[in-house]
């Protein structure tokens, strides 16, 4: 059996994992990183990067549809437009490998050396890898956790045959003529609006009384809208039951307790995601956990000395760019550096149409804290967003009555997730509402939007 050993390891490539092993090995710390599958983890082959690529062509699609089909306001018209899933899917496949190659280029360039199989823990210094030529153990003085989250099964509904996950839904050769999606959450919306616009007939079935129910309901009102001319029904309040004996439909407890059946050729389960916690020897270091997660303090260390833990497998909200700052917090860390979480506010960005950002607190939540002022801006007197046809939305700021800090902002509109910088730059610099009002925004963008809300939160809009 091979050994090896170094200062950090790191276990899982997705953007926690490579963003921690890349920062440590430019501080010049000896690294090394383990991956089962390709380098990127979920986000980048079968999350965040390959959903954008089928939104994307679904959007195109839908566009080019409306133009064919004579409903084009833009005078333009053209004849029925033809799908080749096939080939949008290997062009987004494309997308993935470029950037599979680039993570692995990077971690090279960084001095760190890639691990490729199962890690498994035998004690808190000592980790198994399984890789094709045999057994590696690799011996660290830090090891960082980082294997990310998988999607939540439910046990009436296993993956297989009709009953795909969000990855099988990223790779059909096919759009599914009738698709049932379970779970009106982010990802769920995502790719049922994307199938709807690419020509599924789409029925979303949520549990809860609302889509997008983590959002107020005055934030996702556009999507709701979208959702109905999308033909998309939604059935709020409602349960899945399981599989129709055929196979062939979902069979739903309605919001009335009724028994129902969707007709479905694929059925899409979305119900959220769950931490990778097992298979990997979490028994043998014994950390100590926060529901399903790992625990973690503001530096990302577990309850055992020596290891940390970074991502989706620490708990909400799981996305990317947390995992990459504390990956890149870790790494600093590791290096020596006095680091801990002092972020203010974690964007978050649903790439529904339209889309929505959010970053801090919401009105309510601010509500809760004290007495606010809140600012809404339409893009209906926004002159760019009508010429972009995007006129159904808005840009919200929430700032403390007292001393205007700006403590959450909110957007729903066409291509708002640009927006989410200007936001997130905005709250993590302590900005008042004066200083919101008193930047130019350069004319005419969407951006305007945001100025706007914060002189409305100031009494004195100038557009509306
Ligand atoms: C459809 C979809 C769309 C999404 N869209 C977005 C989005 O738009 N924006 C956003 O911010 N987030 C999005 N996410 C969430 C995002 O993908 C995750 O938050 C992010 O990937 C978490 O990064 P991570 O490094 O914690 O884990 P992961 O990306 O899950 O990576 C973990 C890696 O560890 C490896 N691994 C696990 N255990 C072991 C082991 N024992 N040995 C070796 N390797 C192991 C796995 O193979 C995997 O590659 C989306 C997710 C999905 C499913």
């Known amino acids: 059996m091979k050994e090896i050993s170094c200062k950090l390891l790191v276990i899982g490539a997705g953007p926690g994992g490579y963003v921690c092993a890349i920062r440590a090995g430019q501080l010049g710390v000896d690294t090394v990183i383990v991956e089962v599958g390709k380098p990127g983890g979920t986000c980048l082959n079968v999350g965040c990067i390959p959903s954008k690529a089928l939104i994307h062509a679904a959007e195109e699609f839908d566009k ?18 033809v799908l080749d899933l096939g080939k949008t899917v290997a062009w987004k496949d494309g997308i993935v490998s470029r950037l599979n190659s680039g993570v692995a280029g990077l971690l090279k360039k960084a001095g760190v050396k890639t691990v490729h199989g199962w890690a498994t823990f035998r004690d808190g210094k000592t980790v198994e890898v399984e890789t094709e030529t ?9 090891i960082v956790i980082a294997t990310g989250s998988a999607p939540v099964e439910l046990p009436f509904l296993p993956f297989g045959g009709s009953v795909i996950s969000s990855t099988d839904a990223l790779a059909l050769s096919a759009v599914p003529k009738k698709l049932a999606v379970v779970g009106g959450g982010y990802i769920g919306l995502e790719l049922g609006m994307a199938f709807a616009k690419l020509g599924a007939d789409v029925t979303v079935v949520e549990a809860l009384p609302r889509v997008l129910a983590q959002y107020d309901a005055e934030l996702t009102r556009p999507v709701v809208k979208r959702l ?3 033909g998309i029904e939604v059935m709020a309040g409602a349960k899945a039951k399981g599989l129709s004996t055929k196979g062939d439909a979902l069979l739903v407890e309605t919001a009335d307790g009724k028994n129902a059946k969707v007709s479905a050729d694929k059925i899409l389960v979305t119900v959220g995601r769950k931490p990778v916690t097992e298979g990997w020897g979490l028994d043998q270091i014994d950390l100590d956990r926060s529901g399903k997660f790992i625990r973690i303090d503001d530096q990302c260390r ?6 940390f833990a970074i991502g989706d497998v620490t708990g909400e909200p799981m996305l990317a760019h947390r995992a990459m700052a504390q990956g890149e917090m870790v790494a600093e860390i590791v290096a020596g550096h006095k680091r801990s979480w002092d ?16 970053v801090g ?41 007292d001393n205007h800090l700006v403590l959450g902002i909110q957007a729903v509109g066409q291509g708002v997730s ?3 910088a200007a936001f997130g730059l905005a709250l993590e610099m302590g900005s008042r509402l004066e200083d919101i009002a008193g930047t130019i925004h350069a004319h005419p963008t969407q951006g305007e939007g945001f100025q706007e809300a914060a002189l409305k939160a100031l009494g004195h809009a100038l557009h509306i």
């Open 228 to 230: 109905a001319a999308l």
């Open 418 to 420: 640009e927006l989410a």
């Open 361 to 401: 607190l919401s009105p309510e939540e601010a509500k809760a804290q004290g007495e606010i002022k809140v600012g809404l801006f339409p893009f209906a007197a926004n002159g760019r967003a009508m010429t972009k046809l995007g006129e159904d939305g808005f840009v919200r700021v929430v700032a403390r009555a």
């Open 302 to 307: 577990t309850s055992m000395r020596g290891i």
């Open 64 to 81: 080019v549809s409306h133009m064919a089909g004579g409903k084009s306001p833009l005078g333009i018209s053209l004849s029925a437009p």
């Open 343 to 358: 972020k203010r506010a974690i964007p978050a960005v649903c790439f529904t149409v339209p889309e929505l950002v959010t």
């Open 134 to 142: 045999g057994s590696q153990v690799i011996r660290a003085e830090t």
